[in-house]
């Protein structure tokens, strides 16, 4: 009987440490001509238990080296960045709509003072999608748009803004949490008057989201335009109980600020490895 007890009790603490989940590598490209670069990443990423985390293993974001960490803890709600060479963690964010890095206060919008009016959003579409990471997925089309208007000295700057995603989700993927993380969905515009509506008038689709490309353009009364692209793309992916360690932060590390402003606009810059040569192209996964 007691050597019964004491498998159960080992059985229970084997499960109670690692949750069903999945494991990906994928790859965000960021081209934006609103802040003049662009930017890729290759991570690798573990989600399970409401609990994600993405490690950069290639990138030429400023700032970010390989072997850095994108970790939540709550669901997506917020996050924090881990340096590896700085042994540091900071409270960050990432960007709603194209997937950028940014500080935790780096909202912009004590830099201006805009109104938001004539805000849309809707689900054009929802069809079959291409396989993805040798997953069926379905196609959903949303669509946002808003006019934001900045007094000046000149008058009124009045700016017409349109954001068009698709998203390829794999919805037999559905009860993986956050499933959306680190990837921005739904999305997040960073303004209540615009993301209150998408709240209220566009169902956001459930399961897993394995491939997604974003347009946002910026038209100004002028008739000028600027666009920025962002491509997120599962390239594998593993289900399966994930440790629950994976979510630690390591010992030795240290509170650290990740300042507004630490990560300047992209540009195009060479990719950042890790030391010693590249990954192979297809990460063997956990």
């Known amino acids: 009987m007691r050597r019964a007890v004491v498998a159960f009790c080992g059985a229970w603490l084997v499960a109670a440490s690692s949750h069903a989940g999945i494991t990906y590598t994928a790859t965000l490209e960021v081209d934006n001509q609103l802040a003049g670069g662009a930017d890729s990443s290759k991570v690798l990423v573990w989600i399970a238990d409401g609990k994600a985390k993405a490690e950069y293993v290639e990138t030429s974001i400023p700032g970010i080296a390989p072997g850095d960490v994108l970790l939540t803890r709550d669901g997506g709600a917020s996050a924090s960045l881990l340096r590896l060479a700085e042994k540091t963690v900071a409270p960050c964010r990432v960007d709603g ?170 540009g195009f810059r060479g990719k950042q490895r890790p030391p010693g040569g590249s990954r192979p192209e297809h990460l063997p996964l956990p």
Not at 117 to 124: I, K, P, Q, R, S
Not at 181 to 210: F, M, S
Request: proline fraction near 8%; glycine fraction near 10%.
């Open 97 to 266: 709509v194209l997937g950028n890095l940014l500080s935790a206060d780096a909202d912009g919008r004590g830099l201006t003072r805009q109104a938001i009016a004539d805000v849309t959003a809707e689900l054009v579409a929802r069809t079959e999608g291409e396989y993805v990471a040798g997953r069926p997925t379905v196609r959903y089309i949303f669509r946002v748009s808003y006019l934001t208007t900045r007094p000046s000295a000149r008058g009124d700057m009045v700016r017409t803004t349109v954001i068009d995603q698709e998203v390829w989700v794999a919805e037999e993927l559905e009860g993986v949490t956050p499933g959306s993380w680190p990837l921005p969905l739904p999305l997040r515009i960073g303004r209540p008057e615009v993301d209150e509506v998408l709240a209220r008038t566009v169902v956001w689709p459930k399961g897993v989201p394995l491939k997604a490309i974003t347009t946002r353009t910026v038209t100004s009364s002028e008739g000028q335009e600027r666009v920025a692209h962002s491509r997120f793309e599962v390239l594998e992916l593993k289900v399966g109980d994930v440790p629950t360690e994976v979510f630690a932060v390591p010992e030795g590390f240290r509170e650290g600020e990740l300042r507004a402003g630490a990560f300047p606009g992209p």
